[in-house]
């Protein structure tokens, strides 16, 4: 029989001989994130980068009759790739230096509704960096009904390809990224973090 000690968040109490349903619970939990709903005027989003916009298609549609989750991942994704080259990081970039950049980390808020025939647009904030990852914030606008369909918080880490490990940024876009944070960090709003997201 398998040992299941190493994999689940606290021991298997027995009663009676027989696993008990009842599993210790994780940090998480117990200590669950709580994130305050954001307030943040539409206007507001106007001073960060638009890094991708959409027009919301039946296909993307589920049995709920609004766009399906794969798809919000799908439009970030795309934001993610246009910040990146923005910022000098774009694929000729990450082919001519063998870098690459990975995901590490995600926190995914669904605030109202996307429907067939919407428009979505999605402006990127950063919020942080250390010399190997990158803190940022995408914001998905419903732009036709005026509202914050969802946000994104991310951690991203600038990858060396040849060893497959984290690596400092090189100066050139350590500086880019320098230059925009300070410029976000005169925004006089404040991002609804997760609280757990780090750089």
Same mark, same amino acid.
């Given at each position: &029989? &398998?040992?299941?000690?190493? %994999?689940?968040?606290?021991? %298997? ?5 027989? =696993? ?11 200590? =669950? ?29 589920? $049995? ?10 799908? +439009? ?44 979505? $647009? ?17 914001? &998905? ?6 509202? +914050? ?5 991310? +951690? ?10 984290? $690596? =400092? ?7 880019? +990224?320098? $230059? ?20």
């Amino acid at each position: &029989m &398998m040992n299941l000690d190493p %994999i689940l968040p606290g021991p %298997i109490k027995k009663q009676n001989g027989q =696993p008990s349903t009842s599993i210790k619970a994780n940090s998480l939990a117990a200590n =669950p994130v709580k994130v305050p709903e954001p307030i943040i005027p539409l206007e507001a989003f106007e001073h960060l980068p638009l890094t991708h916009r959409h027009t919301i298609p039946e296909t993307y549609l589920d $049995a709920m009759g609004h766009m399906n989750i794969s798809w919000y991942m799908a +439009l970030y994704n795309d934001a993610t790739w246009r910040f990146g080259a923005m910022l000098g990081m774009d694929e000729g970039y990450f082919r001519r230096e063998q870098t690459g950049a990975f995901a590490l980390q995600q926190f995914v808020r669904y605030l109202a509704e996307v429907r067939v025939g919407q428009s979505v $647009a999605i402006h990127t904030r950063l919020l942080g960096r250390s010399a190997k990852r990158l803190h940022i914030m995408h914001f &998905m606008v419903n732009e036709s009904q005026g509202t +914050l369909a969802s946000t994104l918080e991310m +951690l991203g880490g600038h990858m060396d390809l040849t060893v497959r490990r984290m $690596a =400092p940024f090189p100066p050139d876009i350590a500086g880019r +990224l320098d $230059a925009l944070l300070a410029h976000h960090a005169t925004l006089d709003w404040e991002a609804p973090v997760c609280g757990v997201i780090q750089a």
